[in-house]
């Protein structure tokens, strides 16, 4: 069975603020200067009303604008942070003692608000920062086990809670969300592999232990992601990666021996690393760019807490350059 990733959306924070701005404020461990140095220079926060359901909800209608989530079988829901998982407050629990409070669901909500009643819901919130791919996965997986299902409406969503500081691992992070289908008709993106390797003895490693493991998961992610398929980094069209320090992927473009051009990820300096959705936003931009031709192979790569790594190879078809 082969499943293609189709149409792709994304929403970011409502309220943008350079790092100079943010270190003023107090929401950031690392100096503007340090940060600035890495390639951040800004990143978008939400509006103290703004929740992370808003956040997917926003991309989810950009899709629905296009046509592109009519039929959708399954709904898989992904967030990084456990507690944009539910919708309700918990002070409404701790009156009451109630736990239905503790299980207004988002993806339920969202499934009834934009009509899709006939598609089931799936929950993802323990793969951190790698959950957008991991969703990838999952809808694919789910294609090919469900021989009556034709597409599956991927979103992931976050927001940092009040009081957070707007920095993990030494990255400047933002809230957003990205929505995307996965079809089992043709679309934009053939899925070729995933892989994901979990090392549950890391989960709580230090920012200084997460940045030690880095390069090495990193590589091995994308090497055996692309050995399930008889490729290698040479096989390589474009490595879509998250936003983290501009130098990291320098780094990492000389062990896989890929031009520095290669690896595209221009919204770093602007966007900062949006949680789970990096890879989706820097891929709407190498679209955007015209540079993308059908049989371009594409890596999607993405390291987050747990500590998890996630991978996933596309190759673009006729239908990205329409």
Not at 228 to 236: E, I, N, P, S
Request: charged share 20%; proline share 3%; hydrophobic share 45%.
């Amino acid at each position: 069975m082969i499943a293609h990733l189709d149409e792709i959306a994304y929403a970011l924070g409502d309220v943008p603020a350079v790092v100079d701005q943010s270190e003023a404020n107090g929401l950031l461990f690392s100096t503007a200067a340090d940060l600035s140095a890495a390639g951040f220079k800004q990143h978008h926060r939400s509006a103290p009303d703004t929740s992370a359901y808003d956040l997917g909800r926003r991309a989810v209608l950009d899709l629905e604008d296009r046509g592109a989530i009519d039929g959708v079988d399954a709904i898989v829901y992904a967030t990084c942070l456990t507690l944009n998982g539910n919708l309700g407050p918990t002070t409404a629990f701790e009156a009451t003692g109630d736990v239905k409070h503790l299980m207004d669901y988002p993806a339920s909500r969202l499934q009834a608000e934009v009509g899709l009643d006939d598609a089931v819901v799936i929950g993802l919130n323990q793969q951190a920062c790698t959950s957008m791919l991991g969703s990838l996965r999952i809808a694919d997986a789910l294609l090919a086990s469900e021989p009556t299902w034709d597409r599956i409406l991927c979103v992931s969503a976050d927001r940092f809670p009040t009081g957070a500081i707007y920095e993990q691992a030494y990255n400047l992070i933002s809230d957003g969300a990205a929505a995307c289908t996965v079809t089992r008709s043709p679309g934009r993106y053939r899925l070729v592999a995933s892989h994901h390797i979990t090392n549950g003895a890391l989960g709580r490693a230090t920012d200084d232990e997460t940045v030690g493991t880095y390069f090495s998961y990193t590589n091995r992610v994308v090497t055996e992601c692309l050995a399930k398929v008889g490729l290698t980094t040479a096989d390589l069209g474009w490595v879509v990666p998250q936003n983290t320090n501009v130098h990291a992927w320098h780094i990492l473009a000389r062990v896989w021996g890929v031009d520095p051009g290669q690896v595209w990820f221009p919204t770093l300096s602007d966007i900062g690393h949006v949680i789970s959705s990096d890879n989706i936003v820097n891929l709407a931009s190498l679209e955007a760019s015209g540079q993308l031709r059908p049989g371009d192979r594409l890596v999607l790569v993405m390291a987050g807490f747990g500590l998890n790594w996630q991978c996933v190879v596309l190759e673009a078809t006729e239908a990205v350059v329409r």
